[in-house]
């Protein structure tokens, strides 16, 4: 089984930043996918941004150059650094971790609270 944890989450104003945290333990195979994911009321919950490592990286196109996501293999963390926010970044933020292709056994965090607002 694998365990994550998110931290960082928060009320911001719109244009401010925040970095949100998650930190994956337990049987954790070498190859795999990190990723945040976001939901907001009444909506699926979307990816946001995914990396596998080695400089890789997938972005949703609402975020691609406001928003930076940076993984430490070695620790098992990833990390979204989310600049320039808006209203509609609101929402909960699940960390998730997929691995073991072609089954892609996937993960995810509890949630934190992501609130863009006035």
């Known amino acids: 089984q694998v365990q994550l944890v998110e931290s960082g989450g928060g009320l911001v104003q719109p244009g401010g930043s925040l970095r949100l945290s998650c930190t994956a333990s337990?049987?954790?195979?070498?190859?795999?996918?990190m990723g945040w994911y976001r939901q907001a009321p009444g909506e699926q919950r979307r990816l946001v941004a995914a990396?596998?490592?080695?400089?890789?990286?997938n972005y949703a196109g609402s975020v691609r150059g406001r928003f930076t996501i940076s993984r430490d293999s070695a620790k098992n963390t990833v990390d979204l650094q989310m600049n320039s926010l808006k209203a509609e970044d609101t929402g909960v933020y699940y960390c998730?971790?997929?691995?073991?292709?072609?089954?892609?056994?996937?993960?995810w965090g509890q949630g934190t609270q992501v609130t863009v607002s006035s």
């Open positions: 998730n971790l997929k691995q073991r292709p072609p089954f892609w056994d996937s993960y």
């Open positions: 990396t596998a490592g080695g400089g890789s990286a």
């Open positions: 337990g049987s954790i195979f070498s190859t795999n996918v």
